[in-house]
């Protein structure tokens, strides 16, 4: 069976399909298997061909007046050849450059199959980018995939509550914002740690035993391009600044976005240690900021350690009782956070 497709590319009435239309019924296509399109052939989807595509059956042969009625983008219309092959359907060009695309004959299968192999090209090209890209990544140190809801905060949390035999694991990870599965995909039931947390135990080990600076430019490194030069983006003495003050690359990012956009306001590139110091929140290093930023607000850490708001509060402020800020003081640093 043929089944015809007519294209132009306005949609005004200044251009008419009559053409196309009246050379598919000469080759012997039903007026009623024809689908049509006014749309420009740069554009990958469009109604007519969509529903072309959809009524072609293995056997059937798609027929167009030019090739280009199908599209204008090479890489479209190899992929649309080797969808054809794919459904086993026939590609028939009545005129134009690719009119010796024909499968009905053998000199149109050889063209057709010239098409086939730009596509599986096309492929294999795409599929060795992609590989090489993955090796280049890591040998950068860098991993693939979704980036990991676990931190070390998070993990020295699950650690300490997982202790106990009797810990709800589905209402442990509610609270820290991740699933059951990511939770024991770092911690066993006893709380001891698998492979994923030990190493990223030791990669913040690493991280805290490095200098400053050190320390600095590898979390720089996580929120500038591989192109981009450190001291192109913040001065060395801004850097020690940040590097002493901020812990995580989310704070650096965080920061380094506040000091951006005061450089822009006063045109000054790369970022100072002026800069950095008037863009730090003046209660940057107080317990609840430096909590909040860990993600552990008063609600939730009413929850973890099974006290009231009004007494974390109190004890955010340095106003609660002796015996209760030891005690709550100890139950924190227990569960791994930086008091």
Same mark, same amino acid.
């Given at each position: 069976?043929?089944?015809?497709?007519?294209?132009?590319?306005?949609?005004?009435?200044?251009?008419?399909?009559?053409?196309?239309?009246?050379?598919?019924?000469?080759?012997?296509?039903?007026?009623?298997?024809?689908?049509?399109?006014?749309?420009?052939?740069?554009?990958?989807?469009?109604?007519?061909?969509?529903?072309?595509?959809?009524?072609?059956?293995?056997?059937?042969?798609?027929?167009?007046?030019?090739?280009?009625?199908?599209?204008?983008?090479?890489?479209?219309?190899?992929?649309?050849?080797?969808?054809?092959?794919?459904?086993?359907?026939?590609l028939h060009v009545l005129a134009g450059a690719g009119a010796e695309i024909d499968t009905t004959s053998?000199?149109?299968?050889?063209?057709?199959?010239?098409?086939?192999?730009?596509?599986?090209?096309?492929?294999?090209?795409?599929?060795?980018?992609?590989?090489?890209?993955?090796?280049?990544?890591?040998?950068?140190?860098?991993?693939?995939?979704?980036?990991?809801?676990?931190?070390?905060?998070?993990?020295?949390t699950a650690m300490n509550v997982m202790a106990p035999r009797e810990t709800n694991a589905q209402e442990?990870?509610?609270?820290?914002?991740?699933?059951?599965?990511?939770?024991?995909?770092?911690?066993?039931?006893?709380?001891?740690?698998?492979?994923?947390g030990q190493k990223l135990l030791d990669l913040r080990r690493r991280l805290d035993s490095l200098p400053?600076?050190?320390?600095?430019?590898?979390?720089?490194?996580?929120?500038?391009?591989?192109?981009?030069?450190?001291?192109?983006?913040?001065?060395?003495?801004?850097?020690? +600044?940040?590097? #002493?003050?901020?812990?995580? !690359? *989310?704070?650096?990012?965080?920061? &380094? %976005?506040?000091?951006?956009? =005061? $450089?822009?306001?006063?045109?000054?590139?790369?970022?100072?240690?002026?800069?950095?110091?008037?863009?730090?929140?003046?209660?940057?290093?107080?317990?609840?900021?430096?909590?909040?930023?860990?993600?552990?607000?008063?609600?939730? +850490?009413?929850? #973890?350690?099974?006290?009231? !708001? *009004?007494?974390?509060?109190?004890? &955010? %402020?340095?106003?609660?009782? =002796? $015996?209760?800020?030891?005690?709550?003081?100890?139950?924190?640093?227990?569960?791994?956070?930086?008091?």
């Amino acid at each position: 069976m043929l089944i015809g497709y007519a294209r132009v590319s306005k949609a005004d009435g200044s251009q008419l399909l009559d053409l196309q239309r009246d050379a598919l019924l000469e080759a012997g296509v039903a007026e009623s298997s024809i689908y049509e399109d006014r749309a420009s052939g740069r554009k990958d989807h469009r109604p007519g061909l969509d529903a072309c595509l959809k009524a072609l059956q293995p056997a059937n042969t798609l027929v167009v007046w030019k090739l280009d009625r199908l599209g204008r983008d090479l890489r479209h219309l190899v992929a649309m050849v080797d969808d054809l092959r794919a459904r086993k359907a026939g590609l028939h060009v009545l005129a134009g450059a690719g009119a010796e695309i024909d499968t009905t004959s053998a000199n149109g299968r050889f063209v057709f199959g010239i098409f086939v192999a730009l596509a599986e090209f096309e492929r294999d090209l795409i599929t060795e980018r992609t590989r090489a890209g993955l090796a280049a990544a890591r040998a950068r140190g860098r991993q693939g995939g979704r980036p990991r809801k676990m931190d070390h905060t998070m993990l020295r949390t699950a650690m300490n509550v997982m202790a106990p035999r009797e810990t709800n694991a589905q209402e442990l990870a509610r609270r820290l914002g991740i699933t059951t599965t990511t939770l024991y995909a770092y911690v066993n039931g006893d709380g001891t740690v698998k492979a994923p947390g030990q190493k990223l135990l030791d990669l913040r080990r690493r991280l805290d035993s490095l200098p400053p600076r050190d320390r600095g430019r590898r979390l720089l490194g996580e929120c500038i391009a591989d192109d981009v030069e450190t001291d192109a983006v913040i001065e060395p003495a801004a850097l020690d +600044l940040m590097a #002493q003050r901020l812990r995580t !690359p *989310l704070q650096f990012a965080e920061h &380094l %976005n506040r000091a951006f956009g =005061a $450089g822009l306001c006063t045109a000054q590139k790369p970022v100072t240690a002026d800069i950095v110091e008037a863009t730090l929140a003046p209660d940057f290093d107080d317990l609840e900021p430096r909590l909040t930023r860990q993600g552990y607000s008063v609600k939730v +850490l009413a929850e #973890q350690f099974h006290a009231r !708001p *009004l007494e974390i509060r109190r004890f &955010l %402020n340095g106003q609660l009782e =002796a $015996g209760r800020t030891r005690e709550l003081a100890d139950r924190m640093r227990t569960a791994g956070l930086a008091l």
